[in-house]
């Protein structure tokens, strides 16, 4: 007949217990020896960030350094001083419609029409005036020469004028060889547009009881 005894269970069971703490503090011990390399890693990672706004930041104080020592304020100022004294202030649809009409009389090309649009943004909005652009749809016939005669002839009268597209074609009959059609995109300064008024949302009646 087999025995049953638990002697050998009643052994573990007391021996358990002083291993239990063993093996946390192994484990803790092993966790302190992992956190110095993350913070280790991190602290690398901070320092690269930390030293590439130091370059950047060095950069930007030598650039401005050579722009003051080269006078480029005073140089901005004027330049920009110039650029308003060139650009016509609110030109209108009637004016440039004379103007281009004028033109082309000078440089012998015959208009069959000239449509002026009204002015849009041009995205170059300064501190007290926006520069506009208004299309000037020109079309006619001539020689070929006349075409970029025309546009010089337009600029000369005080219009600063940038050609946006043009097509040229051989004429089939008439005096003239070419048909031309050529918009024009000729720039002034206009009154910046009002700030919207500042709207706050209100809410639900009694929100604010």
């Not at 992992?34 to 602290?43: D, F, G, H, T």
């Not at 281009?100 to 090309?109: I, M």
């Not at 926006?130 to 009268?157: E, H, I, K, W």
Request: with cysteine; aromatic share 4%; hydrophobic share 45%.
């Amino acid at each position: 007949m087999k025995s049953v005894t638990n002697l050998r269970a009643g052994r573990l069971r007391r021996n358990a217990p002083p291993l239990v703490p063993l093996i946390l503090v192994t484990i803790a011990l092993g966790g302190v020896a992992m956190r110095p390399s993350l913070s280790m890693e991190a602290a690398r990672s901070m320092r690269a960030a930390a030293q590439d706004r130091a370059a950047r930041a060095a950069g930007e104080r030598d650039r401005c350094a050579a722009f003051t020592a080269q006078n480029g304020a005073e140089r901005l100022a004027a330049a920009t001083a110039r650029i308003r004294e060139l650009l016509p202030w609110g030109t209108t649809a009637l004016e440039l419609h004379s103007g281009v009409r004028l033109a082309a009389e000078r440089c012998g090309f015959r208009l069959d029409t000239v449509s002026v649009d009204g002015p849009i943004d041009a995205g170059l909005a300064r501190l007290d005036d926006l520069v506009v652009r208004r299309s000037v749809d020109v079309r006619g016939s001539g020689p070929l020469p006349a075409l970029p005669a025309l546009v010089s002839l337009v600029r000369s009268l005080g219009y600063p004028t940038a050609v946006i597209e043009f097509t040229v074609t051989r004429a089939s009959s008439g005096p003239h060889p070419f048909q031309f059609q050529i918009v024009l995109g000729v720039f002034a300064a206009a009154e910046l547009p009002p700030a919207p008024p500042l709207t706050v949302p209100t809410g639900s009646e009694g929100e604010f009881q």
